[in-house]
């Protein structure tokens, strides 16, 4: 009797739902599943992303679960019109999986990896907190225009996320590497510049000869480059280009092998949407935004000093030599999933260059056009970065107060920082700032953590965090204190234990075990 009255709880519940969330993006991705899922995948051989869920949400309104073997409590079978081709449609409504806008990413539903896309409305309302004031209104038209190819590329991106994950989870890059990483190297970025403007003339080329004669510029320019990096930044720029270079692979691939494809009827719903049959235009604007970001003449986040540049454009060179892999002719697909084999080192394989070749080919880029401007620019982006570094380091004075987190006397802090990657900037080799997000961290078993996005630096050598405050304290307790939540303007600490002293507007708390 139970039984029958949960099922028809469940039946009544599921005539109820209404999709919250935009149809167009569930249409979306059966387009790129109509490509990428089947055994004869022509974006990735090997790669079969039917057994690859898909989360559709809308922050706080509805999570709506494409072809789960397990959807978990709470998703009831969709009655309605709309149909997937990728699967079954689940719904919930209320929380959400993720309550944070435009997160376009996969994550583990119910024990299973899972590709996830935000609804429309959420990645506008995104785009619209990032807009700077006082935007110029035709700039914020162009942000918040949809994109029907972008968006698929997206999608196609993230899936592929899920099928590397699965065939090596641990090649990625360690983002910590970035905290010594050369940013503002003007050896390595008039290298990194020289690396994009080749792979561009690769891709770009009339012949595979002409093809290979710039591929072997480029390799020529990465050796150069890498002979000046420590093992570490080569292994983080492998574990980038492997990670996100791949996976913009996949978009620019996916780009290459439509044209032919019969689009769904759904999809001519979508503004901007022409169909396949010439997509060059995309084409051309991928490896275009290569050199920009390789080049540093497009930015990252407003951040032309920091890492925002330094990762971002390893997706676009792992997308490039991916391509240029592709038009070599190598078989490299399964290859790149091996431990210790990266794209650099299968091209090194296909190109088989001589050592004289090498050399002859790294003559020619000191004497290309624009070479001596490139590194005027780099100097000077060099220069200006050092003026920019020391400005936060006066911020941190000028700022109305400052927390001082001293971990030295921690027999084991183990550091943990949960920040974004694009948010480093190196000071020196012991220095860094965080910035663009809140900072939140543990040091041993203190937690801290900031209210809003404010330069915080890390000195690995002093051991010591130093965050700025919103306004000077008053009437905090000091000097032996164990406190479960420990608050200050703008940045509270959990399960705090240690010494807090005042000197002027400086507080300056000593963890102890």
């Known amino acids: 009797m139970v039984t029958s009255l949960i099922v028809c709880l469940a039946a009544a519940q599921a005539a109820q739902q209404t999709l919250k969330v935009d149809p167009l993006m569930i249409a979306s991705?059966?387009?790129?599943?109509?490509?990428?899922?089947?055994?004869?995948?022509?974006?990735?051989?090997?790669?079969?992303?039917?057994?690859?869920?898909?989360?559709?949400?809308?922050?706080?309104?509805?999570?709506?679960?494409?072809?789960?073997?397990?959807?978990?409590?709470?998703?009831?079978?969709y009655k309605g019109a709309l149909k997937s081709s990728i699967g079954p449609i689940f719904v919930r409504d209320g929380k959400t999986t993720f309550d944070q806008d435009g997160q376009n990413t996969s994550t583990e539903v119910g024990g299973v990896e899972t590709l996830v896309v935000a609804d429309t409305r959420s990645t506008l309302r995104q785009r619209v907190q990032s807009l700077p004031p006082n935007a110029d209104p035709q700039n914020i038209a162009d942000n918040l225009a949809f994109d029907p190819y972008d968006h698929m590329q997206m999608v196609a991106h993230e899936a592929f996320h899920v099928y590397q994950n699965r065939r090596a989870p641990d090649k990625g890059a360690n983002e910590q590497a970035l905290f010594r990483y050369p940013t503002l190297s003007v050896e390595n970025n008039v290298g990194y510049a020289l690396e994009g403007k080749c792979l561009?003339?690769?891709l770009r080329a009339k012949t595979d000869a002409d093809a290979r004669v710039q591929a072997a510029k480029w390799l020529a320019a990465r050796m150069t480059r890498h002979a000046a990096l420590t093992q570490a930044d080569r292994d983080y720029e492998d574990g980038n280009e492997f990670n996100e270079g791949l996976a913009k692979y996949v978009e620019y691939k996916l780009l290459q092998v439509l044209p032919g494809h019969k689009p769904g009827a759904a999809m001519w719903w979508l503004a901007g949407f022409h169909g396949y049959d010439d997509l060059s235009k995309e084409i051309d604007a991928k490896i275009a935004e290569m050199v920009g970001y390789t080049d540093g003449s497009r930015p990252?986040?407003?951040?032309?000093?920091?890492?925002?540049?330094?990762?971002?454009?390893?997706?676009?060179?792992?997308?490039?030599?991916?391509?240029?892999?592709?038009?070599?002719?190598?078989?490299?697909?399964?290859?790149i999933f091996e431990k210790g084999v990266t794209l650099t080192s299968l091209a090194t394989e296909a190109l088989h260059l001589s050592a004289a070749d090498l050399e002859a080919a790294k003559a020619k880029l000191k004497t290309s056009s624009g070479y001596d401007a490139l590194v005027q620019a780099k100097q000077k982006l060099a220069a200006d970065g050092a003026v920019y570094v020391q400005s936060l380091l006066d911020g941190l004075a000028k700022a109305p107060a400052e927390l001082v987190i001293d971990f030295s006397k921690l027999k084991d802090p183990k550091p943990v920082f949960a920040y974004t990657p694009f948010g480093i900037l190196r000071i020196d080799e012991d220095r860094n700032f965080f910035r663009l997000v809140p900072l939140r961290g543990r040091l041993g078993t203190t937690l801290f953590g900031q209210k809003q996005a404010a330069p915080a630096l890390y000195d690995r050598k002093a051991k010591q965090m130093r965050l700025p405050l919103d306004a000077e304290p008053k009437d905090i307790q000091t000097g032996e204190v164990t406190a479960e939540v420990y608050r200050l303007p703008g940045v509270s600490l959990n399960k705090l234990k240690g010494t807090v002293r005042v000197e002027g507007r400086v507080v300056t708390v000593v963890l102890s075990d």
């Open 200 to 202: 561009a003339a690769a």
């Open 29 to 77: 991705a059966d387009e790129v599943w109509s490509v990428i899922g089947q055994a004869r995948n022509p974006v990735w051989p090997g790669w079969d992303a039917r057994t690859t869920p898909v989360l559709v949400y809308f922050p706080d309104k509805q999570d709506v679960l494409i072809n789960h073997p397990k959807p978990p409590e709470g998703f009831v079978p």
């Open 300 to 335: 990252v986040n407003n951040d032309p000093y920091g890492s925002s540049p330094v990762r971002f454009r390893l997706y676009y060179t792992g997308m490039a030599v991916g391509a240029l892999l592709d038009r070599l002719g190598a078989k490299w697909h399964d290859r």
